[in-house]
């Protein structure tokens, strides 16, 4: 079944303890993304890669970084975790670049205290 | 990236009822989606609609790209289509997608 799996789908933990939110995809898509979502505000994108080894900044990517060292999977680690990260987080997935369908993740919801 | 503007912002409808969900971007646009965000939490991509008109069972979307907007149409619906509606898009030479703050539909039986 082609999906985009996340984990852990819940999380609470506590300011500046390091973790990470994993993505994988089974659809051998080139491009990858992660989104927060906040009520009210909609999705923003926090970082995308296009490939393998390539990465950029979305519109509020202060706070994360990501990695993409194997097409399947795009990591999302929050290295010093604070409340205004507290949000519903989605990895996406598309065969290239966002000019195709994008397939969502479940989405992990985070909790900083 | 684009400035996405989503209208109306909540909707209300009787089941059966027609509506109309408007989408506008701040730029000329590419990539133009359309999701749906069930009340589980689910996103699912509607429709890829860069121009032109796309119809899927009940629902259809029509993008003018160079007025820069989009239309989503809903007809007869049903409670399952309750959720919150976003639009999606990138800029000319943008690999960012940037969506609009949504549409929360709701639909009483």
């Known amino acids: 079944e082609a999906q985009v799996t996340q984990n852990p789908r819940y999380l609470i933990t506590v300011t500046g303890k390091k973790l990470t939110v994993t993505c994988s995809q089974n659809m051998n898509h080139e491009y990858m993304s992660w989104y927060r979502q906040d009520p009210g505000l909609g999705l923003r994108q926090i970082y995308y890669?296009?490939?393998?080894?390539?990465?950029d900044k979305g519109d509020v990517p202060e706070g994360y970084k990501v990695s993409r060292k194997e097409k399947r999977n795009f990591p999302l680690i929050l290295e010093s975790p604070s409340p205004n990260q507290t949000s519903l987080y989605f990895c996406?997935?598309?065969?290239?670049?966002?000019?195709?369908?994008?397939?969502f993740g479940p989405g992990t919801r985070l909790t900083v205290t | 990236g684009i400035q996405v503007e989503q209208s109306p912002p909540d909707l209300i409808l009787q089941e059966g009822a027609n509506s109309t969900l408007r989408c506008n971007f701040s730029d000329s646009v590419n990539n133009l989606q359309w999701f749906h965000q069930n009340p589980c939490g689910q996103l699912i991509n509607l429709f890829y609609i860069p121009s032109g008109t796309k119809q899927n069972g009940r629902l259809s979307a029509t993008t003018v790209a160079t007025e820069r907007y989009s239309l989503l149409y809903i007809s007869s619906s049903q409670t399952t289509d309750s959720g919150v509606y976003f639009c999606?898009?990138?800029?000319?030479?943008?690999?960012?997608?940037?969506f609009g703050a949504g549409t929360t539909v709701t639909v009483r039986a």
């Open positions: 999606a898009g990138s800029g000319s030479n943008d690999y960012k997608l940037s």
């Open positions: 996406a997935s598309s065969l290239r670049a966002p000019s195709y369908e994008q397939y």
């Open positions: 890669s296009m490939n393998v080894e390539v990465t």
